[in-house]
């Protein structure tokens, strides 16, 4: 280096090693925040100097070795990578510096565009998700899934209310399709796998029971397929289970579910309890006309196999 950079390297050093030491002050308080906030003005002190190539971060990361790991090369490169993704106002407006690092810089990777990389750091902070989530959720195409659906709205349903409820079609990667041939399979491909059943039905759900036993008072007893609890909305959801297409008259056995749950389960503290019948396919104008006029929260969606989303993305473009 000749004289004049290096005399603004040891400029960078020094305002560096003071940025680390200010925001590891605060760090006290808001330990992630301010350490996404140090790498983002890091990177962006880096990147000023882009031009004077990779030596520069070879020898800042051996300069800052008394920080500890934190600031390896490979480290630097990515608070680069960082600060080139994102505008200041950017991290000011999104809540990037919640999200954990790891998880940032998966989703920096993994997306393909600025805007799908927004959604996963807005996702990520609202649903909590963690890091192996995230790469679950981008497995599952969770952005281009929300192009088409922009939100639940297109679910068929008797509420506006369960908009943010329910989706149109929820995508399972845990189904084996080759032991699927009952209802009862479905059932418990979803128990056991019910971690990722309950990411993708949304934040709030908890599962009460699988085949949920009902005793009347005349001592008649019925089995809901799974009964939920939404901790947000605190109600019971009763979610009934088909592997073929809608039919109207799958709509009677939920109703007397709701009801039952209802009269049975609910206490003073509780919100009515909502009903959803999942099923492979359903018919708009089937669904949309067995639910006309019903006073009841009720919901119609559709699951998809992981291996079925490349085909159903496709088709839902061609719908547009």
């Known amino acids: 280096?000749?004289?004049?950079?290096?005399?603004?390297?040891?400029?960078?050093?020094?305002?560096?090693?003071?940025?680390?030491?200010?925001n590891q002050n605060k760090a006290m308080v808001i330990v992630n925040s301010q350490m996404i906030i140090t790498y983002y003005q890091?990177?962006?002190?880096?990147?000023?100097?882009?031009?004077?190539?990779?030596?520069?971060?070879?020898?800042?990361?051996?300069?800052?070795?008394?920080?500890?790991k934190g600031f390896s090369y490979d480290q630097l490169k990515r608070m680069s990578q960082f600060a080139f993704a994102f505008t200041s106002e950017e991290i000011r407006a999104q809540p990037?510096?919640?999200?954990?690092?790891?998880?940032?810089?998966?989703?920096?990777?993994?997306?393909?565009?600025?805007?799908?990389m927004l959604y996963y750091i807005?996702?990520?902070?609202?649903?909590?998700?963690?890091?192996?989530?995230?790469?679950?959720?981008?497995?599952?195409?969770?952005?281009?899934?929300?192009l088409i659906e922009p939100n639940t709205s297109r679910a068929v349903k008797t509420d506006d209310s369960l908009n943010e409820l329910f989706k149109d079609t929820y995508v399972f990667d845990f189904i084996d399709k080759n032991n699927l041939n009952t209802e009862k399979d479905l059932k418990n491909q979803m128990i056991d796998n019910i971690i990722k059943f309950l990411n993708e039905l949304g934040p709030g759900f908890t599962l009460a029971?699988?085949?949920?036993?009902?005793?009347?008072?005349?001592?008649?007893?019925?089995?809901?397929?799974?009964?939920?609890?939404?901790?947000?909305?605190?109600?019971?959801?009763?979610i009934e289970v088909k592997i073929g297409e809608f039919k109207p008259e799958d709509l009677g056995q939920l109703i007397f579910y709701v009801n039952a749950v209802d009269t049975l389960e609910k206490t003073d503290r509780d919100d009515p309890t909502i009903g959803l019948l999942l099923c492979k396919n359903a018919?708009?104008?089937?669904?949309?006309?067995?639910?006309?006029n019903s006073l009841m929260k009720l919901g119609i969606s559709k699951y998809k196999i992981i291996e079925?989303?490349?085909?159903?993305l496709e088709k839902k473009l061609n719908e547009k």
């Open 96 to 116: 990037v510096p919640q999200i954990p690092w790891g998880s940032i810089i998966t989703i920096m990777q993994k997306s393909k565009s600025h805007e799908e």
């Open 209 to 238: 029971g699988k085949e949920y036993k009902l005793v009347t008072p005349t001592n008649k007893e019925f089995y809901i397929d799974l009964l939920m609890y939404h901790t947000k909305i605190h109600a019971y959801i009763v």
């Open 283 to 292: 018919d708009k104008f089937v669904a949309e006309t067995t639910l006309k």
């Open 42 to 68: 890091i990177g962006t002190i880096i990147n000023q100097r882009k031009k004077w190539g990779n030596k520069y971060i070879e020898r800042l990361s051996n300069d800052l070795k008394e920080y500890g």
């Open 122 to 146: 807005n996702a990520t902070h609202k649903y909590g998700w963690s890091r192996s989530m995230v790469l679950n959720q981008i497995a599952m195409k969770s952005y281009e899934r929300s």
């Open 1 to 22: 280096m000749n004289e004049l950079i290096e005399k603004d390297y040891i400029f960078d050093l020094q305002k560096i090693k003071e940025t680390i030491k200010n």
């Open 308 to 312: 079925e989303l490349p085909e159903y």
